[in-house]
């Protein structure tokens, strides 16, 4: 069975006092993560604090990104040793923000993909597609392509656990989500991708979210197609209140 994931991506969008304000909002109101997993992905600077906030222990602190090697002369970047070492379970990689603006291409997504495996965390690997791509007609080889790109080398037994998020960029920060019918053909070719490179039963125990304006009024929605695990939500995940009403979509 595929436990449902929630995950909020912050970006670059709170200080420190923010981040506490918001553990101690949602602290012990989260669901029981056999039930649902809930998430939170925030820059590196914020984890300390958040992890020692995480009472409940309820909620998953990730970091929204990592450098490919455990260490060495590269000014400014954030070791995925010591992410581990901090004890977080699951890195970003691959957003289509670091694609586009930092030129992450496919060749050091997966190399970021290896050095997250390497440290005994979870990638939650981004797969974007944007509007001109998807009126070209060329959706499919492009969310492809990224999918074999990034796990290229990775074994079946690394890619059970992994997760993916579909998010074209169309729909991020938008304000439009995909529908859920696009949201969840997206997913679908994701999980058929991963079987074709691994089989169905890896395809069947990965998790694939949706990602692209996701807010409490059309999770349920969402979360109700068969090839969606889980959302990855942006500026939904900002606010607590909010951030609650999308972990708690069933009630
Ligand atoms: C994101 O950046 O991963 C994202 C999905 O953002 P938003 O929910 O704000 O569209």
Request: with cysteine; hydrophobic share 40%.
């Amino acid at each position: 069975m595929r436990i449902p994931l929630i995950a909020g991506n912050w970006k670059m969008n709170k200080s420190i006092e923010d981040a506490r304000s918001f553990m101690q909002a949602v602290s012990d109101r989260l669901p029981e993560p056999a039930q649902i997993e809930t998430a939170i992905a925030a820059p590196a600077i914020l984890l300390e604090t958040m992890l020692e906030m995480n009472s409940a222990n309820h909620l998953r602190i990730g970091a929204e990104n990592c450098y490919y090697e455990d260490s060495g002369a590269f000014t400014g970047e954030t070791s995925p040793l010591a992410l581990s070492e901090m004890g977080i379970p699951y890195v970003i990689v691959g957003h289509s923000e670091r694609r586009s603006y930092f030129n992450e291409t496919d060749d050091i997504i997966n190399r970021k993909v290896h050095a997250v495996y390497r440290n005994h965390m979870t990638p939650i690997l981004c797969c974007d597609e944007t509007m001109g791509r998807l009126e070209a007609g060329e959706k499919i080889h492009w969310v492809v392509s990224q999918v074999t790109g990034a796990l290229k080398d990775i074994s079946d037994d690394l890619a059970r656990q992994l997760v993916i998020a579909y998010e074209p960029s169309w729909a991020i920060g938008s304000g439009k989500s995909a529908s859920a019918d696009q949201a969840e053909e997206g997913c679908y070719l994701i999980r058929q991708t991963i079987a074709d490179i691994y089989g169905d039963d890896v395809a069947n125990q990965m998790r694939v979210l949706y990602g692209g304006s996701v807010n409490p009024d059309n999770i349920s929605e969402i979360m109700a197609k068969p090839n969606i695990d889980g959302v990855l939500a942006g500026g939904a995940s900002l606010d607590a209140k909010t951030f609650l009403q999308l972990v708690n979509y069933q009630k």
